[in-house]
């Protein structure tokens, strides 16, 4: 019976546990690393040094993230690696915006470029020298609206899309010498250091001239990975500013860093000419890394309305990260009320297994009782038995003065041996023959 009451008691305690196992199974342990995979927008270079710098002077490992760093290339879409799920953060420029106004889930955790490096290269002896002298050109670009800056600068300046000759950007370093292409779509950061290199004439067409002063490269994620998992954002976020701060700052360390693990096909002297525009785009020590200015995005919104690309009356609820969010005081309260009724439940759940243990045992006590008590009544019967057993067989007795013996030879009064082998008890009286024989005077008296 112990036993049991031992598994009862068992079977109590693991429902309590299971129940707070249930309230708090959304908590991760803290000292395990999350796996993180960022998908870049290019090839290993300096574009995006701050990333390997977080990652190699473990800025990222010292938010408890271990993170692996994708390059991209042809067919390797950061917008839709991320949407996917492919990949938990992504690297572009503002077409995150007219992703995100189109309907899709994005949210912008840092800008890293302030300005956006994208221009339109031409060829110095083009007679190419605005946008409206690509009309009926050869202009190679980027397929889709990665070269959202230029196709905006296009539609601000009256020129349909149709009207150029559309050929698709495949960044070949040949390409960029092929004066049959007007113009090409590249970044400062970038193309024209091989143009000098070859020394090639070339002139840039800038849209911020023409009124299309986007941000540049942005890091971003997900709305589903800013609900699920918001302090990894955060997290995320801080280590990567961290890297950009140290690898703007640690240029030729970087660089050597990348020449060395990251295997890129870009000699030194092109990524230090990399990082040197970059300090034009990036501002370091004018503005604070990674800073995101919600009125800028609301200006280049405000140009994709004028421009047709979308409707009027969008929001940008929800689509800058905030990483110091103000505490929201009902979901607070929400909480601590399901937390308050949770422990009230399983209480009641406690309570109830309590009394229905202490009954259990308050019957299992009754039960070791009866059965006591059954026990030592079935002994009595047992012992009466026998004794009923031996009064019933033969038994020998003297013919003369009436003595009977019992099993081991030895002789006894009748009055000692009923005694003995029964629950019986004697008393002595006369019967009325022997009251006649011996008391004649008291027997006639009776009968008057």
Known sequence: MNKRILLRRRIINLCIVLALLIIFTGIKSASGSEKVTLQLRWFHQFQFAGYYAALEKGFYADEGLEVRIEQGGEGRDPVKKVLSGEADFGVTNSEILLHRLKGQTLVVVAVIFQHSPLILLTYANSHVYTPQDLVGRRVMMMPGTRDVEILAMLQSEGIPFESIRHVEAKFRVEDYLDKSISAHSAYITNQPYYLKE?????RIIYPAKYGIDFYGDCLFTSERMVHDNPELVKRFRKASLAGWDYAMSNKEEIIQLIISKYKTWK??????????QMEKLILSGVIETGHINPGRWKQIADTFVKLGMIRPGYSLDGFIFNPDPAVDYRRVRN???FFVLSIFGISAIAIVLLAFNRKLQNEIAEHLITENRLKESNLKLENTL???KTLRG??????NCKKIRDDEGFWH??????STHSEAELSHSLCSDCLKLFYPQSAGKDKK
């Open 198 to 202: 070859k020394k090639f004439p070339f």
């Open 394 to 399: 033969i038994v020998p007795i003297c013919a």
């Open 267 to 276: 000699s030194d002297g092109h990524l230090r000419f990399e990082a040197e």
């Open 335 to 337: 909480m601590v009320i």
């Open 386 to 388: 026998d004794e009923v």
């Open 413 to 418: 009064e009748v009055e000692e041996y009923i």
